[in-house]
C-alpha cells in the first residue's frame, strides 16, 4: 500500500511563493508518475499538473504555466510543485496522486493524499 503526504501549504499574500511537497512510502515511487489537483470551496477538483517517473514529461494547466513548476527527488520519494506570482484564484485545497503514467485526468490516479491548503489574500 502507497502513501501520501502533502504538506507546505499555507496562507500568503497575492504575488508570493511557497514550495509545497509530496512524499511517497514504498519503494516503487521511481516507477510512479505523480500528478498535481486542487479543489476550491463550491468547486470541482481540477488538474494543476503532473510529472512522469524520471521528470523529464510534466504538463501544467494553462492558468498555472510559467508560475508553478514541479520537480521531483527520487532518491527521497517526494515531489515539489514550487509556486510563483500567486493568485487568489490559486486559493484551494492541494492534493498529490500517483498514477502509471502522467494522465491529465483524475480518474486514472490510483492513490491520493488529504490535500493542504493553499490560501492567496488579496
Known amino acids: 500500500q502507497v502513501q501520501l503526504v502533502e504538506s507546505g501549504g499555507g496562507l500568503v499574500q497575492a504575488g508570493g511563493s511557497l514550495r509545497l511537497s509530496c512524499v511517497a512510502s514504498?519503494?516503487?515511487?521511481?516507477?510512479?508518475?505523480m500528478g498535481w489537483f486542487r479543489q476550491a470551496p463550491g468547486k470541482e477538483r481540477e488538474f494543476v499538473a503532473t510529472?512522469?517517473?524520471?521528470?523529464?514529461?510534466?504538463s501544467y494547466r494553462d492558468s498555472v504555466k510559467g508560475r508553478f513548476t514541479i520537480s521531483r527527488d527520487n532518491s527521497k520519494n517526494t515531489v515539489y510543485p514550487q509556486m510563483n506570482s500567486l493568485k487568489p484564484e490559486d486559493t484551494a485545497v492541494y492534493f498529490c496522486a500517483l498514477a502509471q503514467a502522467p494522465y491529465l485526468s483524475e480518474a486514472f490516479y490510483d492513490y491520493w493524499g488529504q490535500g493542504t491548503q493553499v490560501t492567496v489574500s488579496s
Open positions: 514504498g519503494r516503487t515511487f521511481s516507477t510512479w508518475s
Open positions: 510529472v512522469n517517473e524520471n521528470g523529464e514529461d510534466i
